[in-house]
Nanobody, 115 residues
Framework: QVQLVESGGGLVQAGGSLTLSCAASDRTFSSYTMSWYRQAPGKERELVAQINSIGSNTNYADSVKGRFTISRDNAKNTAYLQMNSLKPDDTAVYYC????????WGQGTQVTVSS
């Protein structure tokens, strides 16, 4: 069973940048499809970005296209979410998710964007 640990959240002003990391415990990390989700207070959890196992294909929510970049380093068992031009609407708890036959979630990291 893989364990996922997110880091890199925090408080940033609008227009700023943050990079989230998701470290996986499983040596088969390179087989997992990785995603970042977020959940704002009172809202449902939503998909932000997804990357396939070898990093050759990515997908983004329309709300973050052109501002966020998902990537992965399979040698380090880590996925990343580079977030630029942050907006107050990006404020949420961000979760990473790994999928390989089963779904695994991290504990989440808070991102707060002040106006």
């Amino acid at each position: 069973q893989v364990q996922l640990v997110e880091s890199g959240g925090g408080l940033v002003q609008a227009g700023g940048s943050l990079t989230l990391s998701c470290a996986a415990s499983d040596r088969t990390f390179s087989s997992y499809t990785m995603s970042w989700y977020r959940q704002a207070p009172g809202k449902e959890r939503e998909l932000v970005a997804q990357i396939n196992s070898i990093g050759s294909n990515t997908n983004y929510a329309d709300s973050v296209k052109g501002r966020f970049t998902i990537s992965r380093d399979n040698a380090k068992n880590t996925a990343y979410l580079q977030m630029n031009s942050l907006k107050p609407d990006d404020t949420a708890v961000y979760y990473c998710r790994a999928v390989l036959f089963r779904i695994y979630w991290g504990q989440g990291t808070q991102v707060t964007v002040s106006s």
